[in-house]
């Protein structure tokens, strides 16, 4: 029978999408796949490979080093494809090597797939670039060893009197003994010092003090491993490039595009749909009064998608004159291959002022919360106005909304995408037993409102807000709230000194 394969595949630190392109279609190649218990789930999601999880696992011990080399060439002498999937970069503190070696040994064909090492990409991700011209040239990566018993193999010494950028992976549990040699060493107390909890996952955290007292701030904080220590003036950069955590609490469904949209304008985004969309039967003469209408309007994205389910609701729109509020409305009626106009602000009034003195008729399909007083201005400017409720804005109910009331006081920012999200985030809370410590964390963080009634709503519920964008969409929000940083300044007081 013919041999097979070893690749040994760096999975990076934690989001699955930071796998390589190369890990990747290695993994979809393979008939086995070895790995450990710090990975994503998702990234093992889809594959047709028999997965075996070496790490601990609850009830059984895991593998020694020996049994998973063992087993790395058996599987591929039995003439498997295998991938043995490790944590950030394979061969940086990960015994990647005893692997490759017992496979060469065995002359089993091996190849290994690099990946983004941890070591690098916690502190980014967390703010902290590892050099800075001109801060740190020089990084050091050690091991701050955490095997009870084994002694360290490292000179401290030497590592302490090293210009630079010091981190220490695996060094949770001796994070007290390991700061106490650098001191000791000659290491400046105040050397500012960092631990990153969890790099690159939504729970990530960054805990910042000095050499002197970060082993004490990590024991306050309960840090937990996986987590690294970053030690040098490099950590000070955290506090103009820390990423801020945003709660986002819209709809189930949007919830997959709205996180993707505020990682790449830099925020950690927290899922947590506080409300859910409910169908409404439709009218049994919903024809008849789509027919009398002169033109027909949409208030969101959701109101487009309920209603292009429906295949005479489709045909019966190609002839009418259709008004998008906005334009992610708009494009959800482009997916359908339908023309729609916008008016100038992407609000109410926008839309009333777009409409008065041309259309006579107007039907609204939305949401049966839909904005009263819209109708109301059309009312009284002359236009007729018929509004079907296609659906109506129920609590969530979503276990993650309830996590994210728990950690409230971990966010930056609260993002509300209509008034039904306050409303309801807050009768949660108060079902939770848990609303004056949300109270305070919204007093504490940033609080956005992505239009007028959602920014009137919170003031009702007596929440202050701190900023509503120029154009009432979501990526207006997050545009927003990155300027708003720079107004702020950016002065980590990095490199006062060395600067001059
Ligand atoms: N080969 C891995 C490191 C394996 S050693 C890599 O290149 O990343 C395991 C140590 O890596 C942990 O003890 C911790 O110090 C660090 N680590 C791994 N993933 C991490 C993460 N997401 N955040 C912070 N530290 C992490």
């Given at each position: ?6 690749c ?18 290695r993994?979809m190649e ?9 990975l994503d ?9 028999e997965?075996?999880?070496v790490?601990k ?9 020996e049994e998973i080399?063992?087993l790395?060439?058996?599987?591929a002498?039995?003439?498997?494809i295998v991938v043995?999937l ?11 090597g005893?692997?490759?070696v ?13 990946g983004?090492?941890s ?8 703010g ?14 050690v ?12 000179d401290?010494?030497?590592i ?21 040699k650098?001191?000791q ?19 990530q ?9 970060i ?9 937990q491993?996986?987590?690294i ?6 950590v ?10 945003i ?8 919830q997959e595009e709205?996180v ?8 950690i985004?927290?899922?947590a ?9 439709l ?14 309007a ?13 295949k ?12 998008a509020?906005?334009p ?5 009626l ?14 109410s009034?926008?839309?009333e002022?777009?409409?008065?003195g ?13 904005s009263?007083?819209?109708?109301r201005g ?28 728990e950690?409230a ?11 039904s999200?306050?409303?309801?985030l ?5 079902e939770?037993g848990?609303?004056?410590k ?10 956005t ?25 979501f990526?207006a ?5 990155a300027?708003?940083k ?11 000194d060395?600067?001059?």
């Open positions: 029978m013919a041999i097979g394969r070893v040994l595949v760096g999975a990076g630190p934690g989001d699955p999408e930071l796998l390589t392109v190369k890990g990747r279609e993994l393979a008939d086995v796949i070895l790995f450990d218990r710090l789930g998702r990234m093992l999601e889809g594959l047709n490979a997965l075996i999880d790490g696992n609850a009830g059984r011990h895991k593998l020694r080093q080399n063992q790395l060439v058996e599987k002498e039995e003439g498997k043995r490790k944590g950030g970069d394979p061969y940086l503190f990960g015994r990647g005893e692997e490759a017992a496979c060469r040994e065995r002359g089993i064909p091996f190849e290994v797939v690099p983004v090492t070591a690098i990409a916690a502190p980014g991700l967390a902290i670039p590892v050099t800075h011209r001109r801060v740190a040239s020089a990084l050091t990566i091991t701050g060893h955490e095997e009870p018993g084994k002694e360290s193999p490292l401290w010494n030497a302490a009197r090293l210009e630079g950028t010091l981190v220490v992976l695996m060094g949770v549990s001796r994070l007290d003994e390991n700061t106490d650098l001191i060493a000659g290491k400046p107390p105040q050397t500012p010092a960092a631990i990153v909890e969890r790099g690159g996952w939504p729970d955290r960054l805990v910042s003090g000095t050499l002197k007292d082993a004490e701030r990590a024991k306050r904080e309960k840090v491993s996986p987590a220590l970053v030690v040098g003036d490099v000070r950069l955290a506090e103009a490039l820390a990423p801020e955590k709660a986002i609490l819209r709809p189930a469904g949007q709205s993707a949209l505020a990682e790449r304008y830099g925020f985004p927290l899922s749909p506080a409300i859910a969309l409910k169908r409404r039967p009218p049994a003469d919903l024809m008849e009064r789509i027919d009398a209408a002169e033109c027909v949409f208030t969101s994205a959701n109101g487009v998608y309920i209603a292009l389910e429906d005479a609701i489709s045909r019966a729109l190609a002839a009418k004159r259709i008004v509020i906005g992610r409305t708009k494009k959800a482009e997916e359908h291959d339908i023309e729609s106009e916008t008016p100038e602000s992407y609000s009034e926008g839309l002022r777009m409409l008065k041309r259309h006579k008729s107007i039907l609204f399909l939305r949401s049966a919360q839909g009263k007083y819209l109708s059309l009312r009284e400017a002359g236009i007729v106005v018929d509004d079907i409720p296609l659906y109506e804005v129920v609590d969530s109910s979503d276990p993650r909304l309830d996590r994210l009331i950690e006081e971990k966010l930056d920012i609260f993002a509300f995408t209509s008034s999200t306050a409303r309801n807050l009768s949660r809370a108060r939770m848990r609303e004056e949300l109270r305070d964390a919204l007093a504490r963080s940033t609080v409102a992505i239009g007028k009634p959602t920014a009137e709503e919170l003031f009702r519920l007596g929440v202050a807000v701190d900023i509503i964008p120029e154009r009432f969409t990526e929000m997050l545009e927003a709230l300027r708003r720079r107004a702020s300044g950016i002065d980590p007081g990095v490199t006062k060395k600067m001059e």
